[in-house]
């Protein structure tokens, strides 16, 4: 059984094995628990996402609006998104706005990704990267990570 968090609402939501994650609603606010797009997210909302995603990965990407860099990946973030979902939820948090939370996760520099699975960090890269590579990297990481 996978859990997921909506990206609306917030509430935890599990998606029985053997359905399709894809097609799932949430059973609060019954809107798609996935879009093919990054979700932005403030920290009450990582935190969230990061503790209550079970069986699928989170792939954060540490951004600021006057980032150069930052600007030129997101669409590649975006095209990643729908490669990579439901295996793997994105999110997309503003350092700029989340000063603390960017704090607590150690980032240095942006745009930085950073992966989760289980609520832990198992890899993080920083540099701005295509959609190609956002996929792949993400895939290696996970398939290195403790199971």
Not at 59 to 68: F, M, N, R, S
Not at 108 to 133: C, E, H, N, W, Y
Request: some cysteine; proline content about 7%.
């Amino acid at each position: 059984m996978r859990q997921y968090v909506c990206p609306a609402c917030g509430a935890a939501n599990r998606a029985p094995n053997g359905k399709d994650p894809l097609a799932a609603k949430c059973g609060r606010c019954k809107q798609s628990l996935f879009s093919a797009h990054p979700t932005e997210v403030d920290a009450k909302a990582l935190r969230a996402h990061r503790g209550s995603t079970k069986g699928a990965a989170v792939l954060v990407d540490v951004w600021a609006p006057w980032c150069g860099p930052c600007r030129a990946m997101a669409p590649n973030f975006a095209v990643a998104a729908a490669r990579l979902e439901p295996d793997v939820r994105l999110l997309k948090l503003n350092s700029e706005a989340e000063p603390q939370a960017s704090a607590e996760l150690g980032v240095s520099s942006i745009p930085t990704l950073l992966l989760f699975k289980d609520g832990q960090a198992v890899a993080r890269t920083a540099g701005l990267m295509s959609a190609d590579q956002i996929v792949a990297w993400t895939r290696q990481a996970l398939a290195q990570a403790p199971a």
